[in-house]
């Protein structure tokens, strides 16, 4: 399985790299919070009924659109579509705009732990509160780059390893660990006296609101739009990610059985991270704890440890440890889509581009942006204040620099990106091109029906609708609903697309018109 390029070593290495791209900061702290907040077990039902129609079938098609051209997003694109070669370039745009923040938060995740380090041996010493561990992290600006230096000086050596040599090496080991450590923490989590509230508000239908974690449930509108945003940011999908992943995939490997695999591997471990964090922080500090946001993280789950005495610096420097892996996972698959892509422009210069070079000078560039993020420090340090005046734009993204550069990847990007691929691949190049690629591999015949339906018609509505939700969560404010707007935005795309799609050269040659 070698050729130029590089490629994975095996399938189940591919397998272990595509679900360590898919696990991170996403799955351990958006999912366990936005299921509680968005009505426990309906939001998970929810969930996996868009993971299965829309994700699964994003995440078909974007392996294909990887091996069928043997290219990098930008190259795909361009090999593949005539009307949306721009897409290629809005995927990787975003993933350069995630490491900014990604980066700055995994940076917290190797400070976390080593104070949990320094806490186990230092043991009786006074330890500080998780609050004001947090607030001294982010007002010093120069720790907070120092350690997003160090996590990118990680991916810089791992992604420098190139495919098998690696990224894959990474994951074999990573992912296991991340498994294991995660059971030790769920363990612990659920033999807290009082766990079972927690479980109570993560799985038990309108229990959120009836024990007083939340006034209200919310709108069956707003749970679609909170769950699709999350399944496609923890699915890893329309970031050129899996289009990536695919193109060093061999011809002889199943793309329905691998995209399956990745989807119930990040739901579960989703679900698993939920189970660890949510019981306990609510058996230690009640409904509100559950409800934190990011500061669960690293403000009240430092909190829950320290509670436990020395032991719990052990299961602290457990929990930030498995939290950094899983975050350098996703953090190496971002990186990867810029790099493939710079690698690939080479090779199509008849050049043989230097991996090293290429990788050393994206993660740099990576680490100007995360420098602002960094420094900035969730808006501690008033970096974001001069910028917000300028830009006059406001919306709940309005807080920091991480806010902002999160609403155009994940808020804009990502939806728009997923958006248009479905369009361009169910209308303009026909789901029959995805389709021949993904026989090679497969010969179940129920997903040509499937695949067909979901990515002309169930794909873009679903997008649509989970693009105008992001628009109104991002730009809403307390006196201004933007929810009309999005939805209007999210029409407006899906009929453009549609009439591009329609009225395109592929298309027409596809029909012989
Ligand atoms: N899936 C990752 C998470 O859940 O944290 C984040 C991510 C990685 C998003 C890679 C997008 C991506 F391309």
Redesign the pocket.
């Known amino acids: 399985m070698s050729n130029e390029r590089g490629s994975w070593g095996s399938n189940i290495g591919f397998l272990l790299a595509a679900i360590g791209?898919?696990?991170?900061?996403?799955?351990i702290w958006g999912f366990p919070y936005k299921m509680g907040k968005s009505g426990g077990f309906t939001f998970l039902l929810i969930y996996l009924l868009l993971a299965i129609f829309v994700g699964f079938s994003i995440m078909m098609a974007e392996l294909a659109m990887g091996r069928r051209t043997g290219k990098g997003t930008i190259g795909a694109y361009k090999e593949l579509t005539s009307r949306f070669k721009w897409v290629g370039w809005l995927a990787v745009f975003a993933?350069f705009v995630?490491m900014s923040f990604y980066s700055v938060l995994g940076g917290y995740c190797i400070e976390y732990m080593a104070l949990n380090l320094s806490n186990l041996a230092f043991a009786g010493a006074e330890v500080k509160t998780g609050a004001d561990l947090f607030g001294a992290m982010l007002t010093n600006p120069f720790g907070c780059v120092m350690f997003t230096l160090l996590f990118m000086i990680i991916c810089y050596l791992i992604n420098r390893g190139g495919i098998s040599g690696g990224i894959e090496k990474f994951n074999n080991v990573g992912m296991p660990a991340l498994f294991v450590m995660l059971v030790i923490i769920i363990i612990r989590s659920l033999t807290l006296p009082g766990a079972v509230e927690g479980l109570k508000f993560m799985f038990v239908p309108g229990y959120a609101v009836e024990a007083g974690f939340i006034e209200s449930a919310p709108s069956i509108g707003s749970v679609m739009a909170t769950a699709g945003g999350q399944m496609f940011?923890?699915l890893?999908l329309a970031?050129g990610?899996m289009i990536t992943y695919g193109s060093y995939l061999g011809k002889k490997e199943n793309l329905v059985k691998n995209a399956a695999v990745i989807v119930f591997a990040d739901t579960v471990v989703a679900l698993m991270a939920g189970l660890a964090v949510i019981p306990a922080a609510v058996a230690t500090y009640g409904p509100s704890a559950a409800l934190s946001g990011p500061k669960l993280l690293f403000i009240t789950l430092q909190d829950v440890f320290q509670t436990m005495g020395s032991v719990g610096s052990l299961f602290g420097v457990i929990f930030y440890l498995l939290v950094l892996v899983a975050a350098i996972s996703?953090a190496i698959?971002?990186v990867e889509v810029v790099v493939t892509f710079f690698m690939d422009r080479a090779a199509a210069k008849g050049k043989t581009g230097s991996r090293s070079r290429v990788v050393l000078l994206v993660c740099l560039a990576i680490m100007v942006e995360a420098t602002i993020v960094a420094v900035d420090g969730l808006g501690s340090n008033g970096v974001w204040v001069p910028f917000q005046n300028s830009l006059g734009v406001v919306g709940s993204f309005n807080d920091c620099w991480l806010d902002f550069m999160d609403c155009l990847s994940e808020g804009l990007a990502m939806p728009l990106g997923a958006l248009l691929m479905s369009i361009m691949v169910g209308w303009e190049i026909g789901s029959k091109t995805v389709l021949e690629e993904i026989h090679q591999g497969n010969s179940v015949k129920w997903v040509d029906g499937f695949l067909t339906f979901c990515l002309m018609f169930v794909v873009p509505l679903a997008m649509a609708f989970i693009l105008g939700g992001q628009i109104g969560d991002y730009f809403s404010t307390s006196e201004r609903s933007m929810y009309g707007v999005g939805y209007g935005v999210g029409a407006f795309v899906v009929v453009a697309a549609w009439l591009a799609a329609f009225t395109s050269p592929k298309r027409k040659a596809r029909k012989g018109k």
């Open positions: 791209s898919a696990v991170g900061l996403g799955n993933p995630i940011f923890s890893s970031m990610v996703s698959s971002l």
